[in-house]
């Protein structure tokens, strides 16, 4: 694939509906959760976006901390036109960075694409890394995402077929 140039930056909100078109086909096919509008608007803060020159808006993923020392790479996304370019790798470096900075020791990821998040420095894990405490913690969140790490029955069909991957900060 031909090199594509492209600047990482916060996402804004003018990002978000681009950001929403890109995740669509994968919640089609349960790769991604559904999101509302509304809530990928209250989650601008956690996107990071791949921008072009010329505006478009080539991939986007966000991060999201869910305990003092664990966050979740979530809803990595890159457009068709920048597949195998690097796009993905450097939000996910990006990411991994900003969960450094705000004192994260560990990232976690939810995914089929277990090959990509391994070149990324992900490891396969068979459990979830927190302890029975901790567990009952996150339990009481509202938000899928944690549902999906802490394998609740509730996101089951979402989940069936990921694979659980971790990687040290």
Not at 9 to 35: E, F, G, Y
Not at 49 to 66: C, R, S, T, Y
């Amino acid at each position: 694939m031909p090199a594509i140039s492209f600047t990482l930056r916060d996402a804004r909100t003018s990002d978000i509906k681009a950001i929403q078109a890109m995740r669509q086909p994968l919640v089609d096919t349960k790769v991604l959760l559904q999101h509302q509008l509304v809530a990928l608007y209250e989650r601008t803060q956690e996107f990071i976006v791949a921008e072009a020159a010329d505006g478009k808006i080539l991939g986007a993923g966000a991060l999201h901390i869910m305990w003092h020392d664990l966050a979740e790479v979530r809803s990595l996304v890159v457009d068709q036109s920048a597949r195998g370019a690097g796009v993905g790798k450097a939000i996910v470096e990006a990411l991994v960075a900003r969960a450094k900075d705000a004192g994260v020791t560990r990232v976690f990821c939810l995914t089929f694409e277990v090959d990509f998040f391994a070149r990324c420095g992900f490891s396969p894990i068979s459990d979830i890394p927190v302890d029975s405490a901790t567990f009952e913690q996150m339990k009481q969140s509202t938000d899928d995402g944690v549902a999906e790490f802490l394998d609740l029955a509730r996101v089951k069909q979402n989940t069936l077929g990921n694979t659980r991957m971790l990687r040290l900060v």
